[in-house]
């Protein structure tokens, strides 16, 4: 009597039966005597977790465990016809568990320009070599590739386009579970170069220039910045904006390269100003004023990051080099004067001007006084008299009326007729200083 090996394949957690006797020499087979198993165990219960059962006849039943891949061994025990025990031989059954391969992880991936590479982990062969892969992915119809890669480069994609992935394992006993989705992959690349880049300089002596541009596509991802270079050498970073101020010197030319970085670390190529810039002086201050004929005009300095010389020139012939100062002069009602004062620093200008235009305040009118019907008399009320001499006469009376004050009345002479039509429209003619005047008497207001 002899116990053949036995070795069978079948699937994981699969309960199958085997024949053991089927391959054992039996020899009291001519005479119709079979053999019998009377023992059977499993060597490696613990590790495989699995279960077994048998008949005399021979089959033995076997159960692994549900996650167990690998050999159950089973070691059996027969005897033949004679029943001696000194004739009992065993065998083993080498029971090997295999599957379809494992659940791959989600897989990995790596974003580049239209480009995204995926890549996974091998799961569980469970028994049997991986012979291929199959990417399934949101973009289009799934991919095979060997089972020896890991990697695969998915390409001609859009850039901002996000894109899932998963991964299913096959060997010989066929395909696997699919893994869960990947995290979403959007490829990227280099933003595109800035455009409209310019810049201007500023006007009030602090030597800054303002650069502006039109922000760049980022190609897949957010502009996360701008690197900014001054034709000076000066460097900056900013964020997300379109504009931003650099220190610099008044009367110095300036031009500047940028480029910009997207959220994805990529930089695009750098791109110039379309202009210069040449920051300028501030405006110095001036001021004009007057009171009567008498004209004063001030001047202030100007700011500038540079030395600052000043020319100051007044319509009245008055000129000056000072930073600052006050001209004052006699000018003439109704002539417009002028201060220009020009600041110059690195051979850049500003300029400021103000005017004047002295104005006679005096002004004098007829009027009445008296209680009608009696007692009226003609007079003259004036005010904004600058000092001068007035001498006022009318063609009623005979007396003059004279001042120097700045405002006050004077009775010239007695006028009763206040009471009827013709009284009213009388019209009185009165000289002032030789200018000659017409008031209807009616229309005289009370003094």
Known sequence: MLAMPVAVVPFANVTDTVNVLANDYNPFASKNQPLTVIDAHIENAAESSATMSYTKDGDVTIHPGAAFIGVVSVVYTIEDATKDPTREVQGRLQYTVRDVPGKPLPPTFVEGDGQVTVQWQAPATNGEPISSYSISWSGGSPVTVPGTDASHVFSGLTNGSAYTFRVTASNALGAGQISDTSAAATPFGAPAAVTGATISGTTDGSGNVVLSWTGANGNGRTISGYHITLSDGTQKDVGNVVTTTMPGHVGTSYTYTITATNSGGATSPPANSTNSATPKPGAPSASASSSFKSVTVNWGP???????????????????????????????????????????????????????????????????????????????????????????????????????????????????????????????????????????WGDAPAC
Do not use: M
């Not at 003059?400 to 009185?428: C, E, H, K, P, Q």
């Open 302 to 440: 100007a700011a500038s990051t540079e030395p600052v010389t000043y020319s100051v020139v007044v319509s009245d012939g008055y000129s000056s080099s000072a930073a600052s100062g006050s001209h004052n002069f006699t000018g003439g009602y109704g002539t417009k004067y002028t201060i220009t004062v020009t600041a110059t620093s690195a051979g850049q200008t500003s300029s400021a001007s103000a005017s004047v235009t002295p104005v006679n305040p005096y002004s004098i009118h007829l009027c009445y006084g008296g209680v009608a019907p009696i007692g009226r008399y003609l007079g003259f009320d004036w005010s904004g008299n600058d000092g001068t001499f007035h001498r006022v006469t009318n063609n009623i009376g005979s007396s003059a009326v004279t001042f120097t004050s700045a405002a006050g009345s004077g009775v010239s002479n007695s006028y009763a007729g206040r009471t009827t039509a013709g009284d009213l429209n009388v019209v009185i003619t009165w000289v002032d200083n030789g200018t000659s005047h017409s008031t209807r």
